[in-house]
């Protein structure tokens, strides 16, 4: 079945440094990617996506790049700020017609320390 | 965008009593709702799929008769953990679907989760 595997935490950086998360998936077809994220005592929210191959999602500074070939949807930040800390966690949709359903990665607690 | 609701945000009962969670999409309507378990330090685990009037859908491994699911309205959707016990201890999440025309293409949005703490 489906499934996602994401660079395993925590992951602790200083201000302004640069930041990767790595994700990769395994599924059938071309399904929709996404990263969420989690701030502390909040639900999960989508910081962004992408649809189909070579998209690249971006959103408050992160961008992420659906990589077919290597089935991949790196996350990354050239500057992270302490706000940025929160667990993430990329997620795959597929494409069974009526699904719906989400398929996440464990997830990566990201701190960043001033 | 658009809020999905839950309530209570954190509940302690003894083992053996029912709880009740609900899930709410406050400005939106919703045909789905999904409700997740999510372990410590663990990925978010699909319990079932909830769709307004009629029954949900249980992933493999999630017993029906424990976690009761009722989706009685576009806005709501209600987990009943029956017989709680301290294993069922965690951190539930729902999540809604915007109604849109391409079923592919409807975002999902996530309640805050609710902490179940089973004594």
């Known amino acids: 079945g489906d499934s996602v595997t994401q660079m395993e935490g925590p992951v602790t950086l200083s201000e302004e440094a640069f930041l990767t998360i790595n994700c990769t998936y395994t599924?059938?077809?071309?399904?929709?990617l996404f990263w969420y994220v989690q701030y502390p005592g909040e639900g999960l929210q989508l910081l962004l996506k992408?649809?189909?191959?070579?998209d690249k999602g971006s959103n408050k500074g992160f961008e992420a790049t659906y990589r077919k070939e290597t089935t991949s949807f790196h996350l990354e930040k050239g500057s992270v700020q302490v706000s940025d800390s929160a667990v993430y966690f990329c997620?795959?949709?597929?494409?069974?017609?009526?699904?719906?359903?989400?398929?996440f990665g464990q997830g990566t607690r990201l701190t960043i320390n001033p | 965008g658009a809020v999905v609701s839950q309530h209570p945000s954190r509940v302690i009962c003894k083992s053996g009593t029912s709880v009740k969670i609900e899930c709410r999409s406050l400005?939106?309507?919703?045909?789905?709702m999904f409700w997740y378990r999510q372990f410590p330090k663990k990925s978010l685990m699909l319990m079932a799929t909830?769709?307004?009037?009629?029954?949900?859908?249980?992933e493999q491994g999630v017993e029906k008769d424990k976690f009761l699911i009722n989706h009685a309205s576009l806005t709501l959707s209600t987990l009943t953990v029956t017989s709680a016990h301290p294993e069922d201890s965690s951190f539930y999440i729902c999540?809604?679907?915007?109604?849109?025309?391409?079923?592919?293409?409807?975002?999902?949005?996530f309640g805050e989760g609710s902490r179940l703490t089973v004594l």
């Open positions: 999540s809604a679907r915007v109604l849109a025309g391409d079923l592919n293409t409807g975002e999902l949005f």
């Open positions: 599924a059938t077809g071309y399904p929709s």
């Open positions: 400005d939106f309507q919703a045909t789905t």
């Open positions: 909830s769709n307004e009037g009629s029954k949900a859908t249980y």
């Open positions: 992408a649809t189909k191959a070579d």
């Open positions: 997620a795959l949709r597929g494409i069974i017609q009526g699904a719906q359903k989400l398929v």
